[in-house]
């Protein structure tokens, strides 16, 4: 992979970062990691604007039959036309903020793959998690690529495999960037777990391709 531009824009201090990948050698998927994507001190500054964005909800989702409140807050933005339906509802895109606009423009340059919405999570503390899944509903195709950045506290990052079982674990730190495509969400499961150790506010960027019906 090329090595990441740095990303210029009015909630950021310049930087001269590039971004190192590492390629992680599991079966069935192609997982690659920039543990820095974004200096700390771009990475303070996107944590400080995007926690202070206006549509943060605790949606309603779908828990062995029964409607529960998300263990987290989202909001879910997107070119017209990218409803998507996750975890037994349905979301209309909400229009892209121009910080999401750049963040999005800067990681489709520097991976080479198209982005048209964002599932945004923010986790208020470690209390706050996300269950066993994987991102292969039908509207992403049939081997979706998923960008996911991450800002604020470090969250253990799970994953298993559907098969053999055999599970992997990330350590997702601040300014960080993971891309998950060929067959990872159809092989693998991956999970956020609840932690009792003291951790602060982490907000997690999926950007994804919905796929035209």
Known sequence: MAAAPSIRCSSCRASDVTAAWTRLDWPDGDFRLAPSFWSTAESDDLLAALDALPDWRQHRVRLFGRDVPSPRLSAWYGDAGTGYRY?????????????????RERIAATTGHRFNAVLANRYRDGGDAM??????????????????ASFGGVRRFLLRHR???????LDLGHGSLLLMAGDSQRCWQHAVPRTRRAIGLRINLTFRLIQPP
């Open 87 to 103: 975890s037994g509802h349905y979301h209309e895109p909400l229009p892209w903020p121009p910080l999401l606009q750049r963040l």
């Open 163 to 169: 098969d053999s079982g055999r599970r992997e674990a």
């Open 131 to 148: 269950g066993w899944h994987s991102d292969n509903e039908p509207e992403l195709g049939a081997r979706p690529v998923i960008a996911s």
